[in-house]
């Protein structure tokens, strides 16, 4: 065989390989790369969502340790319905450091559609010096507990009231006082 055939066989078997590689081997390899490519893409995608929620997470709970005493505090202002007790106490105590006789009697639930929140209902009777009826009222108003008063009525007290046996040390210049007060209560 002449060098001319011979070169031009090598360019035939060489040309039949390139084609053959080209043609069969070369797109399943570009198949390949294009899945590994997109899954790589999606990976990457992925990571930086991850990403992003983890650091929106970390913000999320700094703002929740930054809020956490506020929020206690919050549930504190609400009364519990089952055992509104403390609150009751709360009235007591403030009536005695007022100087005020107290009468207090929790009132059946109304359902109220409109109210926001559940509320329960105490009708509140003081007895003493107006002064004192003052400080007791500015104490409740500024009380810890998310409260609303309703139907204040004050009056003096009659001869007949004074001399009753249920109060014995009110004075002629002691007042009445009869209120509603409305306390919010946990959900």
Do not use: C
């Not at 060489?14 to 790369?33: D, K, M, N, Q, Y």
């Not at 403390?86 to 005695?96: G, M, R, S, W």
């Not at 009525?153 to 040390?169: H, V, W």
């Amino acid at each position: 065989m002449s060098p001319k055939k011979k070169i031009y066989l090598y360019l035939i078997i060489f040309g039949a390989v390139s084609l053959f590689f080209l043609f069969l081997i070369t797109p399943h390899f570009l198949e390949e790369i294009r899945e590994n490519s997109e899954s790589l893409i999606s990976f990457k995608n992925e990571l930086i969502f991850l990403q992003r929620e983890i650091k929106n997470l970390r913000e999320l709970e700094l703002i929740y340790q930054s809020y956490q005493a506020n929020l206690a505090k919050i549930d504190k202002i609400f009364v519990d319905p089952e055992v509104p007790i403390e609150f009751i106490d709360f009235l007591e105590k403030n009536a005695q450091v007022s100087q005020q006789k107290i009468e207090i009697s929790l009132i059946p639930k109304k359902e109220v559609k409109d109210e926001p929140w559940p509320s329960l209902f105490f009708q509140v009777s003081t007895f003493g010096p107006f002064p004192n009826f003052s400080k007791f009222l500015e104490k409740l108003e500024n009380s810890p507990y998310l409260i609303e008063i309703l139907n204040l009525n004050i009056k003096k007290l009659t001869g007949r009231e004074i001399q009753s046996a249920e109060f014995p040390d009110l004075s002629p210049s002691d007042v009445k006082s009869t209120f509603l007060i409305k306390v919010f209560v946990k959900k």
